[in-house]
């Protein structure tokens, strides 16, 4: 099994800047890649970022210039630095992870979630 454990949510003001961070440990072959997904209430699971062993991002519109995901292949790690941010980023935030977890098979996985609320 594969575990993710997320940190650094919390209240910040419109504006400020959060940044999350993500650990993945457990039974992992490989991780090809890590992100990021955010629920806001009454609304559905949606992309924010992800990046790739070789570093390739990719970031909803949304969140382009603002948000900058990075990831530290040795740890299993993934960070969101969360800058400008505004009440429309409020949301529950989850670590995603998509990795060879066998000789043949792939998974993907979910942490738990965390709260990032911003206020006006």
């Known amino acids: 099994q594969v575990q993710l454990v997320e940190s650094g949510g919390g209240l910040v003001q419109a504006g400020g800047s959060l940044r999350l961070s993500c650990a993945a440990s457990?039974?992992?072959?490989?991780?090809?890649?890590m992100g990021w997904y955010r629920q806001a209430p009454g609304k559905q699971r949606e992309f924010v970022a992800s990046?790739?062993?070789?570093?390739?991002?990719n970031y909803v519109d949304s969140v382009k210039g603002r948000f900058t995901i990075s990831r530290d292949n040795a740890k299993n790690t993934v960070d969101l630095q969360m800058n400008s941010l505004k009440p429309e980023d409020t949301a529950v935030y989850y670590c995603?992870?998509?990795?060879?977890?066998?000789?043949?098979?792939?998974?993907?996985?979910w942490g738990q979630g965390i709260q990032v609320t911003v206020s006006s």
């Open positions: 995603h992870l998509f990795g060879r977890d066998g000789v043949y098979t792939t998974g993907a996985y």
């Open positions: 990046i790739t062993t070789a570093g390739i991002t």
């Open positions: 457990g039974r992992i072959f490989s991780i090809i890649t």
